[in-house]
């Protein structure tokens, strides 16, 4: 029998974004939280550089605003930028006083901020060095724990949407093994990115695309797909996820080198090793691809290493490596999705009733790469938006009569593993940092043979081949190259692809 679970107001997700909005909902009414694992399994702990806000003497949204734009290479939403930079400082300050420990100056007592990649101003807010997006999961975990009327589901898994007369009234998910309709006045998704599909990846095991998925069975309108972020410096060692080393440590001038001790970065941009991450990443590919290794030289740091950057010291050191007086191999690795599920400054998507905030939406702020730690910002900043919005959000009415289904089962588990690293292996080879239409048709064409042998119950794994066969799709329509996005064989931008997006 199908258990029907009836709530005011449905989150799927408990990174930032799913906390901030739950947590704000709340103060209107009966919140019901989902997450895949446990509430610390998000992206969001994972977070090391910070928060972008423009907090500092001498900054300004409007300076934070250019950067942003110019991070994006023109497809920006100008209207999404100006709100995420206008309202970043005061939802850094409401998590500050929410008790989120941030980095402070031992004189001033203001924030202790950080420069990173493409900032023109000190404008990263950081906690416990290294350890912001922890810190902030910690907060708002508190935060939601603290209210009565949110109620949290663990180790569930949405697996559709349940779409009546044209609107999302909830899903369809499976709760500790049994299957559920959850209904819903409004339904938030906040279920992260699909780094998953990559072979290479500083993503949590958690992040296989599912709300994109989800969303694309359902008709919802996706933008974007083929700007996916690669961050050029994750720890190069045989993991999965890769540890990121991040961008905070080239802010406090560590150097890229090859294995020839060459600084290759320098003279190939003018900020050299803070350039946008888009172009560092694929200066490191190309000396790969030439039989180089790659590694961060953070020894000028020194003894100040291990205080900056205390995770990230831990980190090398239970590897056998010491940033003060080691290299430190590094490569890229997928790390953002920029495109997703298409929203409006309030976070609605194109069904009504249904919402997007977080990694998993495209609001229009990153364009075709994300600049530096804005991503915390966005999720805190459109997360308080779809939280006002959803409060007004009329009930449901009539709902449909409920239907007897149950929860896939995996028959197969060891080919649904074999599945999902062949679709690692084709994204990583084919839609990755360098793709052509010849790669970007084989990917399509390998993905397309995997869902064909998906053995039955395999849903994470068909997420994670519609998710990727929608990345190369775009890619293979977008003849150009911008931002995240390079085609080899079309290198450059091309001004007639300048503003035009590509809708799934």
Not at 233 to 250: C, F, G, H
């Amino acid at each position: 029998m199908t258990d029907r679970i009836r709530t005011r107001f449905l989150v799927i997700g408990s990174g930032v974004a799913g906390l901030h909005a739950a947590w704000r909902a709340s103060q209107q009414g009966d919140v019901l939280l989902l997450t895949k694992r446990s509430l610390f399994d998000s992206a969001t702990a994972y977070a090391q550089g910070g928060i972008a806000a423009a907090l500092g003497a001498g900054d300004s949204p409007k300076l934070h605003r250019k950067d942003t734009l110019a991070a994006g290479a023109a497809l920006c939403d100008a209207e999404a930028v100006h709100v995420l930079v206008e309202e970043g400082p005061a939802r850094v300050r409401d998590l500050y006083t929410a008790g989120a420990h941030f980095d402070l100056d031992p004189k001033s007592g203001e924030f202790l901020l950080g420069l990173e990649a493409a900032h023109s101003a000190n404008r990263i807010v950081h906690a416990h060095g290294d350890q912001t997006g922890a810190e902030v999961a910690r907060t708002l975990i508190a935060r939601v724990g603290e209210s009565p009327r949110i109620k949290v589901f663990e180790r569930t898994r949405v697996l559709d949407l349940i779409v009546h007369r044209g609107q999302c009234v909830g899903v369809r998910a499976s709760v500790r093994g049994k299957a559920t309709d959850i209904m819903a006045d409004a339904t938030v998704l906040a279920a992260g990115g699909c780094g998953q599909v990559y072979r290479y990846t500083t993503n949590p095991p958690v992040a296989t695309g599912d709300g994109i998925g989800i969303a694309q069975r359902a008709g919802v309108r996706l933008v974007d797909m083929e700007f996916v972020q690669f961050h050029p410096t994750a720890l190069d060692m045989p993991e999965n996820p890769l540890q990121l080393i991040s961008e905070a440590v080239r802010g406090e001038g560590a150097v890229l080198v090859n294995d020839e001790g060459e600084p290759f970065m320098a003279g190939r941009h003018r900020n050299a090793d803070l350039a946008p991450r888009d172009i560092v990443a694929r200066h490191i590919f190309r000396q790969q691809r030439g039989g180089r290794k790659v590694y961060l030289d953070a020894r000028n740091i020194g003894k100040r290493f291990a205080r900056r950057f205390p995770g990230i010291f831990a980190i090398c050191t239970a590897r056998g490596l010491d940033p003060t007086k080691d290299l430190i191999p590094v490569t890229p690795a997928a790390h953002y999705m920029m495109g997703g599920i298409a929203t409006d400054l309030v976070g609605r998507s194109s069904m009504p009733r249904l919402y997007a905030v977080g990694e998993v939406a495209r609001t229009g702020v990153h364009g075709a790469n994300r600049l530096a730690s804005n991503s915390l910002l966005e999720g805190l900043v459109f997360a308080e938006r779809v939280a006002r919005d959803v409060m007004d959000a009329s009930e449901i009415g009539q709902l449909p009569r409920a239907s007897k289904w149950t929860v896939p089962r995996l028959i197969d588990r060891g080919a649904a593993q074999v599945a999902a690293d062949c679709v690692r292996e084709a994204m990583w080879k084919h839609a990755g940092i360098a793709r052509t239409a010849s790669g970007l048709r084989t990917c399509i064409a390998e993905l397309d043979d995997i869902e064909n042998r998906l053995p039955e119950g395999a849903t994470e794994e068909l997420n994670l081949v519609q998710v990727g066969r929608l990345i190369a799709e775009a890619a293979l329509m977008r003849k150009e190259s911008r931002g995240g996005h390079y085609r080899a064989d079309f290198p450059r931008a091309q001004r007639a692809w300048r503003g035009r997006h590509i809708e799934m």
